[in-house]
């Protein structure tokens, strides 16, 4: 059988694929951990080349931290100069091998652990509302937090194009900070990013509109998000 479709080229705006397949993000938390850690390193730049050895046109990789708000340990990161050295070798690593580089920024808000959260004691999400992911109680942001956030994401998103990623792909899906927004049953502010579905959009929105300022219009920007949480309300 040939999937003539599925090995054929594709382009997404600037973005040339030589076939339709992509590999989706997985956390592999290979990264070192603590405030320093972070950084690309053999092991993490070796399974993302070898996943590129077998063909696939398109690797998103991530998660990655885009502020101190990491959540989880061992994620790459990408809010500091420091980090672009690590990202330019997975770059040219992935691309070595005829593949494409898109990174996840993922933020983590109530499923991440304090314990990952450096220079400050909580989590941070839309409303204080816990989850059965973490044992810790998260933090409603403020609108100065939610501000920062989303300034530390656009910086996060220069940094990713001057390292030689191809495409960026927004995490909105899967219960996180983006979709902890959208939710009603996650958000419960009154102010303009919670009660209606319109306030609820507004965070995610304002994170895509600052990414896609940092980038410009020609760099291929995604937003992943999932149909249903399965959450009860």
């Not at 983590?108 to 989590?123: C, K, L, M, P």
Request: proline share 3%; aromatic share 8%.
């Amino acid at each position: 059988m040939q999937y003539r479709f599925l090995n054929s080229p594709l382009s997404i705006g600037s973005l040339e694929l030589k076939n339709r397949t992509v590999m989706t993000s997985m956390t592999m938390m290979y990264c070192e951990e603590g405030p320093d850690g972070g950084y690309v390193n053999d092991q993490l730049l070796n399974f993302y080349v070898e996943r590129a050895k077998g063909g696939v046109a398109l690797i998103i990789a991530g998660g990655v931290a885009t502020d101190r708000y990491v959540g989880y340990g061992k994620m790459m990161r990408l809010d500091d100069d420091r980090y672009l050295p690590g990202m330019k070798r997975l770059a040219e690593g992935v691309h070595a091998q005829g593949a494409k580089l898109c990174l996840q920024f993922l933020q983590t808000g109530r499923y991440g652990n304090a314990g990952a959260v450096y220079g400050d004691s909580d989590t941070l999400c839309a409303s204080a509302v816990p989850s059965s992911f973490s044992p810790d109680v998260p933090r409603e942001m403020t609108q100065e937090e939610i501000r920062t956030v989303i300034e530390n994401a656009a910086g996060a998103a220069g940094r990713a194009r001057a390292a030689g990623a191809d495409a960026i792909e927004l995490c909105a899906n899967s219960g996180y900070m983006i979709a902890q927004f959208l939710s009603g049953v996650t958000n419960k502010r009154t102010d303009a990013y919670g009660g209606s579905f319109e306030n609820r959009c507004r965070f995610g929105l304002e994170m895509i509109r600052a990414v896609r300022e940092a980038v410009g219009a020609d760099y291929p920007l995604i937003l992943r998000v999932a149909g249903n949480h399965f959450i009860p309300k």
